[in-house]
Nanobody, 116 residues
Framework: QVQLVESGGGLVQAGGSLRLSCAAS????????MGWFRQAPGKEREFVAS?????YYADSVKGRFTISRDNAKNTVYLQMNSLKAEDTAVYYC????????????WGQGTQVTVSS
């Protein structure tokens, strides 16, 4: 079992930056595929970014967001720059022990609100 706890969300003005953190416990994440999803009000949950040797980004965040991991700290980060109002959402950290397929582990989410 992997437990995930996100932090770092908050209120920021458009154009600003935030860094989300995801602290994992229960297992070391070095062998896990890690990622971030988000869900805006009234919308479906969507993929944001993932890392497992190779990083992937949703087109909507490419060039603005950066996912990184510190295996020694068992933590994953999401650096978000040039934030837009449409980035407003609850952001979820996810983990999977498999290279492909759905993520088995989800955090409780952290709210990011971007004011325009």
């Amino acid at each position: 079992q992997v437990q995930l706890v996100e932090s770092g969300g908050g209120l920021v003005q458009a154009g600003g930056s935030l860094r989300l953190s995801c602290a994992a416990s229960g297992r070391t994440i070095s062998s896990y595929r890690m990622g971030w999803f988000r869900q805006a009000p009234g919308k479906e949950r969507e993929f944001v970014a993932s890392t497992f040797g190779i990083t992937y980004y949703a087109d909507s965040v490419k060039g603005r967001f950066t996912i990184s991991r510190d295996n020694a700290k068992n933590t994953v980060y999401l650096q978000m720059n040039s934030l837009k109002a449409e980035d407003t959402a609850v952001y979820y950290c996810v983990a999977s022990g498999a290279r492909v397929g759905p993520y088995e582990y989800w955090g409780q989410g952290t709210q990011v609100t971007v004011s325009s």
